[in-house]
């Protein structure tokens, strides 16, 4: 598949965009910040240690500031094929309400600020995960991965599921198999969740030239690789229990969310090629996000019913 190259994108000094503080929280990207602090938050719970509330407060505040650093930074260097996509068409950037130098700027003002704030406030290790995180989203997934590979998603998943573990690490100050867990949980989860979405979406992806699995490889086998890894996102969902680091109860809610989630991936399994509506597609798409919070909230509840029964 040929890809489309990256229009140059003029970022010689000029006069400022009248952007608004709206048009720049919106670069933050603030719905995926917010399930990065979630996920981020449950890790620091999980982790075996008491932090200073104040402390944990700032690390908080530091991981979603870099959250947004990426985001930001992504749609910098986006711009061109998100001008292009129907679903991104009216970012900020593409649209003309920040300069794509406004852009660059704030995302990398933003990426240093959290990662020292981090750094000084909890533990470089914590630290360091975030600068990795940042650097792997845009630098790997974004300017590599996203435009040259079908396995875009899978690589660059690495990087929305490091959070439970930055959280972790800056509370322990140490990664533990835990937390490699917690990590695996989303890691695996995002092919799936991303290849539904890209299979009602393909054209929209065609059209920035963004070698998606349904483009590259077909309907069919981006179906299969669904089913795969769902069947691996529901046995991931009960590793807390059997580690020993979730309870029973939580174990049996993930086992019954995670056999949903099978259940979803079947249905678009066996929906026909070429199906226009993508109804299974767009279904499993939206219970993913549902299966995802879902399972970050009881391992929440769990964690937080340990602590008060200690």
């Keep these: 598949m040929a890809l489309v190259e990256r229009e140059h994108i003029d970022e010689r000094p000029g006069p400022l965009s009248e952007a608004t503080a709206g048009d720049f929280i919106a670069l933050l990207k603030p719905r995926v910040m917010s399930l990065v602090v979630f996920t981020a938050f449950v890790g620091m719970l999980l982790a075996p240690a008491s932090p ?7 690390a908080m505040l530091a991981i979603a500031v870099g959250a947004g650093a990426s985001g930001a930074l992504n749609m910098w260097y986006d711009a061109d094929i998100d001008r292009v996509m129907a679903r991104t068409a009216n970012r900020p950037v593409p649209r003309g309400r920040v300069a794509p130098g406004e852009a660059l700027g704030f995302g990398l003002v933003l990426s240093v600020l959290s990662v020292m704030t981090l750094g000084l406030m909890a533990n470089w290790l914590a630290a360091s995960l975030l600068a990795f995180t940042i650097f792997f989203y845009v630098v790997v997934y974004t300017m590599w991965l996203k435009r040259s590979t ?39 989860w995002t092919p799936p969740h991303f290849w539904a979405l890209a299979l009602f979406k393909s054209g ?28 691996a996102v529901a046995v991931s969902g009960v590793l807390p229990a059997a580690l020993g680091f979730a309870s029973l109860a939580y174990g049996v809610l993930a086992a019954a969310l995670g056999g949903a989630f099978v259940w979803y991936a079947w249905r678009v399994l066996r929906l026909e090629d070429g199906d226009r509506a993508m109804r299974p597609a767009k279904a ?16 929440l509840v769990d964690g937080l019913a340990s602590l008060l029964g200690a």
């Design 204 to 231: 929209d992806y065609a059209r920035a030239g963004i070698p998606m699995m349904p483009n590259v490889a077909g309907e069919r086998h981006t179906k299969r690789q669904i089913f795969a890894y769902s069947l």
């Design 52 to 58: 200073h509330p104040f402390l944990a407060v700032i």
């Design 150 to 188: 079908p396995q875009n998603i899978v690589i660059g998943g690495a990087a929305g599921a490091l959070p439970p573990m930055i959280g972790w690490a800056a509370v322990a100050g140490t990664v533990t198999v835990e937390s490699l867990v917690l990590f695996l949980i989303i890691f695996l």
């Design 284 to 299: 499993l798409f939206g219970f993913s996000l549902v299966y995802l919070f879902a399972i970050f909230a009881a391992l």
